[in-house]
């Protein structure tokens, strides 16, 4: 599931070495056709190279930051899907005060529980542990319907007055909006992704580019080999970025969970004090 898109087949490291082999190469098959054609004709063309080969560095760095705000916008839909959790978390634990016992102290360690494994979660993610992440998604839904079912239970004993009507509105209502988070922080990690097309084209708009800057080369008679590496390193680099932050687990960004581990040291010390 988290492999769906092309470019996950490959690290981002790997991914790196490959877009800065391939630029090389491309700007290499530019400098050699260049040479085959260096006569006095071609020479008397150095300007507009020049000009093409400006325009197409120029629509190579556009697309970069546009396919860059794309990533970015993805990025930040996480971090808001995170603070979205961790409301609600916080909302049902309040509301977990409503309830008598046993249903307050079993909604309050399922929540601690629940947040506890978003925290093991974010780790896994930072460890590239697909498996756990797997398996930590599937006890999250677990835990959220055994909360659903506690709410029921504790709306059907108290099917009367007005304050069981409170808790079963917002409890259930926290608890349902728990399950519809983590619904779109999935689909925002897995299918809220660039879309192919935009990699094939910026990968289209880098080589051209290379291709072009190496053509000019050729024509002036010299091509400077540390000038060559810097360009497709500068562009590797951007493209592993963008990849990373596009990807369901980055290895290079990770999301400031603070707010969570907050959350989860208030609710290990409201439980420890209730006993």
């Known amino acids: 599931m988290l492999e769906a898109h092309f470019l996950d087949r490959f690290s981002p490291e790997v991914l790196f070495l490959l877009s800065v082999g391939l630029l090389v190469l491309v700007m290499e ?5 260049g040479r085959r054609g260096a006569d006095q004709s071609a020479k008397a063309q150095h ?8 325009a197409a560095l120029g629509l190579t760095a556009f697309m970069l930051a546009f396919t860059f705000a794309m990533a970015q916008s993805h990025f930040e839909v ?3 899907g995170m603070l979205e959790e961790t409301r609600l978390a916080n909302d049902a634990f309040m509301e977990a005060d409503l309830m008598p016992e046993p249903y307050r102290g079993e909604a309050r360690v399922l929540l601690r529980r629940y947040m506890g494994g978003r925290l093991a979660m974010a780790d896994a993610g930072h460890a590239g542990d697909l498996d756990r992440i797997f398996a930590l998604l599937e006890e999250a839904e677990a835990m959220q319907d055994e909360l659903w079912a506690l709410g029921v239970a504790h709306a059907r004993e108290r099917s009367t007055g007005e304050d069981a009507s409170l808790s079963r509105g917002q409890f259930l209502q926290s608890v349902i909006g728990l399950m519809d988070i ?6 925002a990690a897995i299918s809220n992704r660039i879309p192919s097309v935009i990699w094939y084209t910026l990968y289209l708009t880098g080589s051209l580019s290379m291709l072009i800057t190496g053509y000019q080369a050729s024509l002036v008679g010299r091509r400077s080999p540390l000038a060559t590496v810097t360009l497709a ?6 493209m592993m970025l963008i990849t990373d932050l596009d990807r369901p687990v980055m290895r290079f960004f990770e999301i400031d969970n603070q ?9 290990d010390g409201k439980i420890q004090a209730e006993g």
């Open 47 to 54: 300007s507009q190279v020049r000009a093409i080969m400006g």
């Open 182 to 187: 983590q619904t779109s922080r999935l689909e």
């Open 259 to 267: 707010v969570v581990v907050d959350l989860v040291d208030r609710m």
């Open 29 to 33: 098959i530019g400098f050699r056709l």
């Open 78 to 80: 996480r971090v808001q």
């Open 233 to 238: 390193v500068a562009f590797s680099s951007v």
